[in-house]
Each structure stands twice: as C-alpha cells, then as structure tokens.
T-cell receptor
Framework: DVKVTQSSRYLVKRTGEKVFLECVQD?????MFWYRQDPGLGLRLIYF???????EKGDIPEGYSVSREKKERFSLILESASTNQTSMYLC???????????FGSGTRLTVV | QKEVEQNSGPLSVPEGAIASLNCTYS??????FFWYRQYSGKSPELIMF????GDKEDGRFTAQLNKASQYVSLLIRDSQPSDSATYLC???????????FGTGTRLTIIP
C-alpha cells in the first residue's frame, strides 16, 4: 500500500512564524498535492507538483509556497503564519494517469 | 455552478437499510470518478472508483455512473454504524492530474 506520511499531526504556531509542513510518500508517485480543509468549504487545493522541482499554483496559493527537491518529499511553507491559516492540511499523492489520491493523515495547524 | 455538487446532509439512515449518496458534476470531459470516506478528524480514504457507465460493486458498496446525466452515486447496503462518516465525491478530467472534490455528504447510521 502507498504510504503518505505527514510529519506532524498537531501543530501550534504563533502569528508571523515561518511554518514548514512536510510530506513524504513511498511509492515513487510523480504527482503530489497540498490541500487545506475547512468546515463548509471542503478541500481546497493550495499547490501541486508533477515532478521534482515542478510546482503549480492551485486555487488558494496566497500566503503559501512549496518545495519539491526530491521526488518523495513535498513541503508546504507558510511564509508568515496568520490566524486565517488555522486549518487541517492534507497532503496527497497520485500515480500518473489513473487512480485516486492517497492522503496523509493530515496536520491540524493552529495559529495563535 | 460548482463543478462537483453533493447534498451536504446530514443524511440519516437506519441500521441495515440502504444508504444512497449522490453527486453531480458539470464537466462533460470528466472520465474518472471516486468516492472517499472521511471520519471526523481523520483524512479521506478511497473506497470506490468507477470509470465506465453502469454499476460497480465491491462488498456492501456499489458505485453507479451515468455520464449522460452527469451523475454518480454510491449505495451502501446493510448500513452499519461504522459507516457514519462524511462521503466525498471526486472527479478527474482526462489529462488532468488533479481531482475536483465535492464538499461532501455527512451520513449518520442510526442504530
């Protein structure tokens, strides 16, 4: 089974801090994604990557950046955390062409 | 109009009955359709996918696809309390690696 591992299950950060969320997958998938999930708003795509060093903006990239230096690792960076970035963050990977996403267990981030 | 629409619920179904979850999509180029189950506080897990018109069965779950009507559904037979969760519908357009998700239907199975 594909395993997608997110480094932290719960995280509390202060406003203005730079925050790194890490995601690692073990199945050599090209495609990796970062979503945030908020009640009533569903899953919203922040950034995705088709390959190493490739990245594309999703629907809500403002305030975020990403890094993909190795195929298995896709990092989400909150440049200067704000309270409206308090959310559940979900990483996912997908093989090319077919199949659904496999999600990580999620990181619940609280910015105070 | 949202690309993928689901009734948010909550949908309440007695234990042992059939739960029917529905999803409509707007992009006629959509080719792959997925159902995810998400327990409260957990991440979504894939339970079914379907590519062709008709029915696809897997245990107590049946996915139904009607591309002409742009409609996909999930039936859960012999519903159990453990089926209580939010069910997310997702679709994929050929050549696009992203999935587009609905906002989910919250299902409650009443013992």
């Amino acid at each position: 089974d594909v395993k997608v591992t997110q480094s932290s299950r719960y995280l509390v950060k202060r406003t203005g801090e730079k925050v790194f969320l890490e995601c690692v997958q073990d199945m050599d998938h090209e495609n990796m994604f970062w979503y945030r999930q908020d009640p009533g708003l569903g899953l919203r795509l922040i950034y995705f990557s088709y390959d190493v060093k490739m990245k594309e903006k999703g629907d809500i990239p403002e305030g975020y950046s990403v890094s993909r230096e190795k195929k298995e690792r896709f990092s989400l960076i909150l440049e200067s955390a704000s309270t409206n970035q308090t959310s559940m963050y979900l990483c996912a990977s997908r093989p090319p062409g077919a199949g659904g996403y496999t999600f990580g267990s999620g990181t619940r981030l609280t910015v105070v | 109009q949202k690309e993928v629409e689901q009734n948010s619920g909550p949908l309440s179904v007695p234990e042992g009955a059939i739960a029917s979850l529905n999803c409509t999509y707007s992009d006629r180029g959509s080719q792959s359709f997925f159902w995810y189950r998400q327990y409260s506080g957990k991440s979504p897990e894939l339970i079914m996918f379907i590519y062709s018109n008709g029915d696809k069965e897997d245990g107590r779950f049946t996915a139904q696809l009607n591309k002409a009507s742009q409609y996909v559904s999930l039936l859960i037979r012999d519903s159990q309390p453990s089926d209580s969760a939010t069910y997310l519908c997702a679709v994929n357009h050929f050549g696009n690696e992203k999935l587009t998700f609905g906002t989910g239907t919250r299902l409650t199975i009443i013992p």
